[in-house]
């Protein structure tokens, strides 16, 4: 029997404000725990106010990594497709999250990082080393990420065109990918709006995309948002 070997966790030697931005943050148990919570009141909260449906949720992979990608409409769309993922899904769940909308004070990051598990994606400053990192956390410790591939929330409802930063993630990898839609998180919650509307929402959940053959290139990053993209719009009815 070979010897345990001990590693330090990734996040060690980090301050606690530099760990909630940290694309390197691991979570606790007492996190978890606090995540488990906050998405129990989600699923309650969007069953009720939002008559929240979920089609195709067998097809979601049994364990990560995968990606869940899905159209921006609305503050909303991340705890929805949180709250649609199984408990055993929830821990190792991250959704990429605006660094310059989540995680701009320390108030705002603690909530971000403790309740929803949310990683930084700084739009102004997001190099290849980020994403290398990204990368590396979504296989090596069989993450599941929430990506929203248009880069920020429309402001009219339709779907925007989806950046490569999704491929620069998956390219060359065995990750699968499954396009969700998003139907009524634009009218309830569009964003000139603080407060949600009781609209009813529906999360559309296709089948699994695997790129394992598109190059990890520029012309395969391409590739692959235009499948996912032709997906989503499939689902949506866009």
């Known amino acids: 029997?070979?010897?345990w070997q001990l590693e330090p966790a990734r996040d060690t030697g980090l301050t606690p404000a530099e760990r909630f931005r940290s694309v390197r943050r691991e979570s606790g148990l007492l996190e978890s725990m606090a995540q488990q919570a906050c998405?129990?009141?989600l699923r309650l909260y969007f069953s009720i106010a939002h008559r929240l449906t979920i089609s195709g949720r067998d097809k979601l992979p049994a364990h990560g990594p995968f990606v869940l990608a899905a159209n921006h409409c609305?503050?909303?769309?991340a705890l929805v497709l949180g709250a649609a993922l199984k408990p055993r899904h929830r821990e190792r769940a991250f959704p990429i999250a605006a660094g310059d909308v989540f995680f701009q004070t320390t108030a705002v990051s603690?909530?971000?990082?403790?309740?929803l598990n949310a990683l930084a994606m700084w739009r102004k400053s997001c190099g290849p080393h980020t994403l290398a990192e990204l990368r590396r956390k979504l296989q090596e410790e069989r993450g599941i990420f929430i990506i929203f591939p248009e880069g920020g929330r429309t402001r009219t409802g339709s779907m925007m065109?989806?950046?490569h930063g999704l491929g620069m993630l998956v390219a060359e990898t065995n990750v699968p990918v499954v396009p969700c839609g998003l139907i009524g998180t634009f009218e309830a919650l569009p964003p000139n709006r603080n407060v949600p509307r009781p609209v009813r929402i529906n999360l559309l959940i296709?089948?699994?995309?695997?790129?394992a053959a598109a190059?990890?290139?520029?012309?395969?990053?391409?590739?692959?948002?235009?499948?996912?993209?032709?997906s989503i719009r499939i689902l949506i009815g866009q």
């Not at 609305?74 to 769309?77: E, M, P, Q, T, V």
């Not at 603690?110 to 309740?115: K, P, T």
């Not at 296709?206 to 790129?211: A, K, S």
């Not at 520029?218 to 032709?230: F, H, P």
Request: glycine fraction near 4%; hydrophobic fraction near 40%.
């Open 1 to 3: 029997m070979e010897p």
């Open 39 to 41: 998405f129990s009141v």
């Open 74 to 77: 609305s503050h909303l769309d």
């Open 110 to 115: 603690m909530f971000s990082a403790i309740m």
């Open 161 to 163: 065109p989806f950046k």
């Open 206 to 211: 296709g089948e699994p995309l695997n790129f």
């Open 215 to 230: 190059p990890n290139d520029r012309d395969g990053w391409s590739q692959i948002a235009r499948s996912v993209e032709s």
